[in-house]
């Protein structure tokens, strides 16, 4: 990151001291101060969800990408640097661009208080108003009503990835609470695509939709995506596709997330996109640490013949699920998990699914700019959900150089539990 655009970041931090403060009135009034960019963008694609949004737009992005289209995307958090938020056109944001949208923004706040989600995601809508698209995929940061990307007052669809319990502290701490805030995208007569959904959330979805007349198009009811040997087969009433390859990102999640962005072609007008770039999109897809498996790097160069090293950054129970679905596929060789976690997160729920998989566990510390356990209150914590060979390390590079010692086994390494440790290892694999 060049010191200028440093410099830009670190002033929009200090501009109001709460990191996490939802509302939209601030945002509300620098977009008017901007000249509202939100409102001259080409169809926009919003999600929401607790896990996987990533994962679906990378898809989607690359299925449309693949089919000739020109998309805008915008992300977060990022992982290794601030311009992964932003894709322009198909690339990330560079530098030049971003200061300059920034100050924009900036001069145009005028040192009013505004969180640094809400002035960036103005400066993103800017960068979008002026470059050319097709579309634009829109993941909102938190929650989904209060969340700074709401401001898009009629997107062409709103999806919704799985919703479960994450954030309580500011959405609520009941899933219906959640899916509530969630549902805020949904906007009046705007189809909306979702997966399956726990049933106190599917409530909340379906009151809001029929409030504000939305069509929904529901996994398992509306559209299905099937396997069939290794293939798989999506069908609905809109479309049958197939055979399909199974996704390129790691995991029988994915399978979910790759059907989600499928099922939002059904109802995209305007842009029609025949299967093989459905099928050239599925291979080509690409979404950082999350099962990612690390090929390059000081880490990887330390491993003996055999071992792997896969990285993900989930941090909630969910994530925990999907994370031990994959696990009771890895049986050809012993999983080693190195975690490490934000304090305001649920260790045990998430160490709880995956507790019976594990050779060995080891708790390290996380660099972030949130409050983060201690690795001796993850050890506890792994040890109450069962976890006995549980024991910390004062690093990644210390546990790892632990996992190879007391093992003469090839094995699996998952380092897992926070997008921030996530991130830091991308770093240094660099």
């Given at each position: 990151?060049?010191?200028?655009?440093?410099?830009?970041?670190?002033?929009?931090?200090?501009?109001?001291?709460?990191?996490?403060?939802?509302?939209?009135?601030?945002?509300?009034?620098?977009?008017?101060?901007?000249?509202?960019p939100q409102n001259?963008?080409?169809?926009?694609?919003?999600?929401?969800?607790?896990?996987?949004?990533?994962?679906?737009?990378?898809?989607?992005?690359?299925?449309?990408?693949?089919?000739?289209?020109?998309?805008?995307?915008?992300?977060?958090?990022?992982?290794?640097?601030?311009?992964?938020?932003?894709?322009?056109?198909?690339?990330?944001?560079?530098?030049?661009?971003?200061?300059?949208?920034?100050?924009?923004s900036l001069a145009?706040?005028?040192?009013?208080?505004?969180?640094?989600?809400?002035?960036?995601?103005?400066?993103?809508?800017?960068?979008?108003?002026?470059?050319?698209?097709?579309?634009?995929?829109?993941?909102?940061?938190?929650?989904?009503?209060?969340?700074?990307?709401?401001?898009?007052?009629?997107?062409?669809?709103?999806?919704?990835?799985?919703?479960?319990?994450?954030?309580?502290?500011?959405?609520?701490?009941?899933?219906?609470?959640?899916?509530?805030?969630?549902?805020?995208?949904?906007?009046?007569?705007?189809?909306?695509?979702?997966?399956?959904?726990?049933?106190?959330?599917?409530?909340?979805?379906?009151?809001?939709?029929?409030?504000?007349?939305?069509?929904?198009?529901?996994?398992?009811?509306?559209?299905?995506?099937?396997?069939?040997?290794?293939?798989?087969?999506?069908?609905?009433?809109?479309?049958?596709?197939?055979?399909?390859?199974?996704?390129?990102?790691?995991?029988?999640?994915?399978?979910?997330?790759?059907?989600?962005?499928?099922?939002?072609?059904?109802?995209?007008?305007?842009?029609?996109?025949?299967?093989?770039?459905?099928?050239?999109?599925?291979?080509?897809?690409?979404?950082?640490?999350?099962?990612?498996?690390?090929?390059?790097?000081?880490?990887?160069?330390?491993?003996?013949?055999?071992?792997?090293?896969?990285?993900?950054?989930?941090?909630?129970?969910?994530?925990?699920?999907?994370?031990?679905?994959?696990?009771?596929?890895?049986?050809?060789?012993?999983?080693?998990?190195?975690?490490?976690?934000?304090?305001?997160?649920?260790?045990?729920?998430?160490?709880?699914?995956?507790?019976?998989?594990?050779?060995?566990f080891w708790a390290?510390?996380?660099?972030?700019?949130?409050?983060?356990?201690?690795?001796?209150?993850?050890?506890?914590?792994?040890?109450?959900?069962?976890?006995?060979?549980?024991?910390?390390?004062?690093?990644?590079?210390?546990?790892?150089?632990?996992?190879?010692?007391?093992?003469?086994?090839?094995?699996?390494?998952?380092?897992?539990?926070?997008?921030?440790?996530?991130?830091?290892?991308?770093?240094?694999?660099?």
């Open positions: 990151m060049s010191k200028p655009l440093a410099d830009r970041l670190a002033r929009l931090g200090r501009l109001h001291p709460t990191a996490i403060d939802l509302s939209l009135g601030r945002i509300e009034r620098l977009l008017a101060a901007l000249d509202d001259r963008l080409a169809p926009v694609i919003h999600i929401a969800g607790t896990n996987g949004k990533g994962s679906t737009l990378a898809f989607l992005r690359a299925i449309l990408e693949a089919a000739g289209q020109t998309v805008h995307v915008y992300t977060s958090p990022h992982l290794v640097r601030f311009n992964e938020r932003i894709r322009l056109a198909g690339r990330l944001i560079d530098d030049e661009t971003l200061i300059g949208v920034l100050d924009e145009a706040n005028a040192d009013q208080p505004i969180t640094f989600f809400e002035i960036t995601t103005a400066a993103a809508f800017l960068a979008f108003s002026r470059v050319p698209a097709d579309v634009v995929l829109l993941e909102t940061g938190l929650g989904g009503r209060l969340d700074a990307t709401n401001m898009v007052a009629r997107p062409a669809l709103t999806l919704l990835s799985p919703i479960g319990l994450d954030h309580q502290a500011y959405l609520g701490d009941t899933l219906a609470a959640i899916a509530a805030e969630k549902a805020g995208i949904l906007k009046p007569g705007v189809p909306c695509v979702l997966v399956k959904q726990e049933r106190a959330a599917m409530k909340v979805i379906e009151a809001r939709a029929d409030s504000l007349g939305v069509p929904l198009h529901l996994e398992g009811r509306d559209w299905h995506l099937r396997s069939k040997g290794d293939t798989l087969i999506y069908e609905s009433r809109f479309a049958t596709r197939g055979p399909l390859p199974v996704p390129v990102l790691t995991g029988p999640h994915q399978r979910h997330n790759a059907g989600l962005a499928i099922a939002a072609l059904d109802r995209l007008e305007g842009i029609a996109v025949r299967d093989p770039a459905v099928f050239e999109g599925l291979m080509r897809a690409d979404w950082p640490a999350r099962l990612q498996r690390l090929r390059h790097g000081p880490l990887v160069a330390s491993l003996s013949f055999g071992w792997e090293i896969w990285l993900d950054g989930g941090h909630n129970p969910q994530a925990g699920k999907a994370l031990a679905a994959q696990a009771r596929l890895w049986r050809d060789k012993p999983l080693h998990l190195v975690f490490g976690m934000l304090a305001s997160k649920d260790v045990r729920g998430f160490l709880k699914p995956l507790a019976a998989r594990l050779e060995s390290v510390p996380v660099a972030a700019d949130q409050p983060t356990f201690e690795p001796s209150a993850i050890v506890a914590a792994a040890k109450a959900e069962g976890i006995a060979q549980a024991q910390a390390a004062g690093s990644v590079e210390a546990a790892l150089t632990a996992i190879l010692a007391s093992d003469p086994r090839p094995g699996r390494i998952l380092i897992t539990g926070s997008l921030y440790l996530a991130g830091a290892v991308l770093a240094n694999a660099a």
